[in-house]
């Protein structure tokens, strides 16, 4: 199973932020959009829709912690992960699955080319697999990928 498969069955929609706002109104659309991050997006004229990162739950829980709740009026460029991880549309469920474990990630940007073109959450991506499970099988016999332990 491909990335693309796992797109197509969950729609297009992507939930982002523009590199200017705050992290309250990224709380507010984390909420509203009801996922646990958003690409980062710089709006430019001359270069497009740029992804320059991800803003996670994970990413404002450590800020709070480590800074305190001043930083709800802070950009979200002052708490994203830079330099996200992505994948491709043709990527293998495996592959990305790796991913997520290698970089203790749950959310990954889906570029074709320079364009965004989706997201994958670990969810989706168990999702996929029971989808795809006979209805009979055992929970070992459903996942056959290993899955992110530090989460």
Not at 64 to 91: E, F, K, Q, Y
Not at 100 to 112: A, G, K, Q, S, Y
Not at 130 to 143: C, H, R, S, T
Request: hydrophobic share 40%; proline share 6%; aromatic share 0%.
């Amino acid at each position: 199973m491909r990335v693309e498969d796992i797109l197509r069955r969950k729609g297009t929609r992507i939930g982002t932020v523009r590199i200017n706002e705050t992290v309250e109104t990224a709380l507010r659309l984390l909420k509203a959009e009801n996922t646990g991050a958003l690409v980062v997006k710089d709006v430019c004229r001359t270069e497009g829709n740029t992804v320059v990162g991800v803003i996670s739950e994970r990413d404002i829980v450590r800020s709070l912690t480590d800074r305190g709740p001043g930083i709800l009026s802070l950009p979200v460029t002052a708490v994203m992960s830079n330099h996200p991880v992505c994948c491709t549309p043709g990527d293998s469920v495996r592959h990305v699955l790796q991913l997520m474990d290698e970089h203790t990630v749950r959310h990954i940007p889906v570029l074709d080319g320079a364009s965004l073109v989706g997201v994958v959450s670990v969810r989706d991506l168990i999702k996929a697999q029971l989808d795809a499970a006979p209805p009979d099988a055992e929970p070992a016999e459903v996942v056959s990928y290993p899955v992110a332990a530090a989460q």
